[in-house]
C-alpha cells in the first residue's frame, strides 16, 4: 500500500513538471512569437557606426571621411543620427572620449519599404575617440519620460521635433564675410539657405569661443539649434541640439558643442 502511495506520489510530481515545463516553455514561445522584430533598426545603428568610423577616418587615402567630410563636431554627429532616422538624446565627453546616446526607428530607412511592427524605436550607446576603430555600438534603455520634464511620451516628443527641422540644416558652408553677432547669425542662415523663408528663427544668443569661432543657440520652428560660425567650408555648421539640452538652449552649451572632436582627416597623414 506504502510503495502505491509513493508511486502515485511520484506520478504526481512528473506532472507538475512536465505542467510547469510546458507553461514555462509556453511564455517564451509567445514572448518570441509578441516581440518585436529588430532586425532592421539593429541594422540602422550598425550603418550609423559604420558610417562615423568614415568619418573619423584619418590618413592620406581618406576624403574626408567620406560621408559629411571636414572636421568632426557634434554637428557631424547629429547629422549621421537624423539621417539614419534617430536623434541624439545626449553627448558626453571625457578627454578624447565621447559616448552618444541615440534614438533610432523614428523614421525608417531611406526608400526601404519596412513593416512598423518590425521597426521599433530603440537606443543605443555608441562611444568613439580618434579613428575608425574607436567606434563601439552598444543597445541602452530608452528615455520613459520627455527630455523636458513634461508629460507625454519621449518618442512623440522627439518624433515631433524631427518634423519641425529645416530643409538643409548639414549643407556644409563657410561663414567667412558675416559678423559675429546675433545679425550676422541670422544673415548667415539665410544667406547660406540653411533655413528658408518658412522657417522662423528666435532666441538667437552667441559668444565667441577665443579661436575666431561664434557659437550660437538659436530656435529654429521652436526647435534648439546651435550654429558653429567659421570660415571652415567643409563644415557642418547648424545642427539640433541634443534631447536633453532642448528646454535650456543656451550660449554656453553652444560653446561646448561646437568644439571639434577631431581635425580635418582628409588635411592628416
Avoid at 553652444?254 to 581635425?263: F, I, N, Q
Wanted: charged share 20%.
Amino acid at each position: 500500500m506504502r510503495k502505491r502511495a509513493v508511486a502515485r506520489g511520484l506520478v504526481y510530481v512528473a506532472i507538475a513538471l512536465v505542467a510547469g515545463a510546458a507553461g514555462v516553455g509556453g511564455t517564451l514561445l509567445r514572448q518570441r512569437l509578441t516581440a518585436p522584430d529588430t532586425t532592421a533598426v539593429d541594422a540602422q545603428a550598425a550603418a550609423l557606426a559604420q558610417d562615423l568610423r568614415k568619418d573619423l577616418n584619418a590618413g592620406f587615402y581618406s576624403a574626408g571621411g567620406g560621408t559629411y567630410g571636414g572636421p568632426f563636431t557634434e554637428g557631424t554627429l547629429v547629422a549621421q543620427t537624423e539621417e539614419h532616422g534617430g536623434v541624439l538624446l545626449s553627448v558626453r565627453s571625457a578627454g578624447l572620449t565621447h559616448t552618444a546616446e541615440v534614438m533610432l526607428g523614428l523614421v525608417p530607412p531611406t526608400g526601404a519599404t519596412v513593416d512598423a511592427d518590425a521597426y521599433p524605436v530603440r537606443c543605443y550607446r555608441i562611444a568613439f575617440a580618434r579613428g575608425p576603430g574607436s567606434v563601439r555600438r552598444t543597445p541602452s534603455t530608452c528615455p520613459a519620460v520627455r527630455a523636458d520634464g513634461r508629460p507625454g511620451s519621449p518618442v512623440a516628443q522627439l518624433g515631433a521635433l524631427l518634423a519641425r527641422l529645416p530643409a538643409n540644416p548639414y549643407r556644409a558652408t563657410s561663414a567667412a564675410g558675416y559678423d559675429h553677432t546675433r545679425r550676422g547669425a541670422t544673415d548667415f542662415l539665410k544667406g547660406g539657405e540653411l533655413v528658408s523663408a518658412w522657417d522662423t528663427v528666435t532666441d538667437v544668443a552667441g559668444r565667441e569661443t577665443g579661436d575666431d569661432v561664434y557659437a550660437v543657440a538659436l530656435r529654429v520652428n521652436g526647435v534648439c539649434h546651435y550654429l558653429r560660425m567659421s570660415s571652415d567650408a567643409d563644415l557642418v555648421p547648424l545642427w539640433t541640439a541634443p534631447a536633453d539640452e532642448q528646454h535650456t538652449c543656451t550660449a554656453r552649451q553652444a560653446v561646448t558643442a561646437s568644439a571639434l572632436y577631431g581635425s580635418d582627416p582628409a588635411k592628416e597623414g
